[in-house]
């Protein structure tokens, strides 16, 4: 059963860098078929795309965020990380992991969302 | 990087259809067939409803089809149902960044 799981703070101050891991469980994260990616939804807001990493470490940003952000990739560990810099009140929002299937390009599992409050 | 463009909301009656639109340019949906739909009803994470344009994953019911023309994708569900209600969101392979999504709709069941 593939489940997906996003940890880390839920408090990172102005300025700061937000991290946070997604641990994936029940297939492995070193396949062909998958990117690995993250999405954000601010409170009230819609869906965005912030990146996605494949298992050989090559990375996907969305231009709007990507000179703030890093992908990586832990196979020893199955997961994968995230870690946007010099954050503000508008980086406050819902982040989801999740995978992305390499040939639709359809995120076809999602993790349950972490909270991420950007706040002094 | 501009979002795809959905309306923000629409609203049908039980057993009604609806249709919600998606449209994009010629360097995503316009060129390529990897559309994707989410529904997120409140509170949950996203599902995904159809893949590469109008492809339903195992367990999506038949009444969510899809389809697309040019640079607009669309998505019908038939027969709405009160569990329908949520907001749903398409997405489209780019060549330029991987994936773009559009901003979300909100299906009301009156």
């Known amino acids: 059963q593939l489940q997906l799981q996003e940890s880390g703070p839920g408090l990172v101050k102005p300025s700061e860098t937000l991290s946070l891991t997604c641990s994936v469980s029940?297939?492995?994260?070193?396949?062909?078929?998958?990117?690995w990616g993250w999405i954000r939804q601010p409170p009230g807001k819609g869906l965005e795309w912030i990146g996605s990493i494949y298992f050989s470490g090559s990375t996907y940003y969305n231009p709007s965020l990507k000179s703030r952000v890093t992908i990586s990739i832990d196979t020893s560990k199955n997961q994968f990380s995230l870690k946007l810099s010099s954050v503000s009140a508008a980086d406050t929002a819902l982040y989801y992991c999740a995978r992305l299937r390499v040939t639709t390009i359809g995120f076809d599992s999602w993790g349950q969302g972490t909270l991420v409050t950007v706040s002094s | 990087q501009s979002a795809l463009t959905q309306p923000p909301s629409v609203s049908g009656s039980p057993g009604q259809s609806v249709t919600i639109s998606c449209t994009g340019t010629s360097s995503d949906i316009g060129l390529y067939n990897r559309v994707s739909w989410y529904q997120q009803p409140p509170g949950t994470a996203p599902k995904l409803m159809i893949y590469e344009v109008g492809n339903r994953p195992s367990g999506v019911p038949d009444r969510f089809s899809a389809s697309k023309s040019g640079n607009t994708a669309s998505l019908t569900i038939s027969g709405l149902q009160a569990e329908d209600e949520a907001d749903y969101y398409c997405s489209s392979y780019t060549s330029s960044t991987l994936v773009v999504f559009g901003g979300g709709t909100k299906l009301t069941v009156l």
């Open positions: 029940g297939v492995s994260i070193s396949t062909s078929t998958y990117y």
